[in-house]
């Protein structure tokens, strides 16, 4: 009679679908307002990959990309993983970083709430907010015919960037595990503005340099990019670069988990 009154009970506190859903919207409701009250660090993230696309588009190499379509396919590759993937790395790996300098990790594990809601939040929140900075860019790529895509082509290349936002929202998680809060944005740059120059995601690499290039992320995403707008590349097959793309996401994943669970 104990046994089954205690089942009764323990079925009956289980919370239904649509308040697990809710607890869920509320973490990424907090975690979104939390980003955006910080101006100092969205408003770089999401503004300087634009007025950089710009400055190259109709400056630097305009009349270059007017007279090949492949290099205004490429530049605009390259500022767009720039735009996706900055929001998602200093966003996360600040807020992340802070939270643990003030002990909120420790605390949303003693709340009621969904077992790793916090990280889903923050995933969710670095691919919305990379989304939001890429929206421009293809706004002013395609109205002023910077873009020599076909539609499907685009719609193709756009899903695959918003999706390439998630292996640098496991770095950020990463970073913001390792380091305090004031030192994350320092110690991100570190890793991310080498890959970027390192990787040829703004130029090409001389032969001599690139058996360096597939050590960094940003590599495999412009060359997934690439693939999926159906521009190709002569560096690696769409097959090898999913799978950097997957193995650096699931590297980066192990290692905050592990720091988090030993240090919380």
């Not at 990959?49 to 400055?55: K, R």
């Not at 190499?61 to 998602?88: C, H, Q, R, W, Y």
């Not at 949303?108 to 990379?130: D, E, H, M, N």
């Not at 988990?257 to 030993?262: K, M, S």
Request: with cysteine; hydrophobic share 55%.
């Amino acid at each position: 009679m104990n046994t089954q009154a205690l089942q009764n009970h323990t079925v009956a506190a289980a919370p239904s679908t649509g308040r697990m859903l809710g607890a869920y919207l509320e973490e990424i409701r907090c975690e979104a307002l939390r980003l955006l009250r910080n101006l100092g660090l969205v408003f770089p993230v999401l503004v300087m990959p634009l007025a950089l696309y710009a400055l190259f588009a109709f400056l630097i190499t305009g009349e270059a990309m007017n007279k090949d379509p492949k290099l205004a396919v490429f530049l605009f590759v390259a500022f767009s993983v720039m735009s996706i993937s900055m929001p998602a790395l200093f966003g996360l790996s600040s807020s992340l970083a802070m939270e643990r300098e003030m002990g909120m990790m420790r605390l949303k594990r003693a709340q009621p709430a969904p077992t790793g809601s916090w990280l889903v939040a923050k995933i969710v929140c670095g691919v919305v907010f990379g989304a939001l900075a890429y929206l421009p860019m293809i706004g002013l790529a395609y109205a002023t015919g910077k873009l020599p895509l076909a539609p499907g082509a685009i719609v193709n290349l756009s899903l695959t960037l918003i999706a390439c936002s998630i292996p640098f929202c496991a770095m950020g998680l990463m970073m913001g595990s390792l380091v305090k809060g004031s030192a994350a944005p320092g110690f991100a740059n570190l890793v991310y503005l080498p890959g970027c120059y390192l990787s040829g995601m703004f130029f090409p690499l001389p032969e001599s340099m690139y058996w360096q290039a597939p050590v960094w992320p940003q590599f495999h995403v412009v060359q997934l990019v690439m693939h999926s707008a159906g521009v190709g590349s002569q560096h690696v097959t769409p097959q090898f670069a999913l799978a950097g793309v997957i193995g650096f996401t699931v590297m980066f994943s192990a290692m905050a988990i592990w720091r988090l669970a030993r240090k919380g």
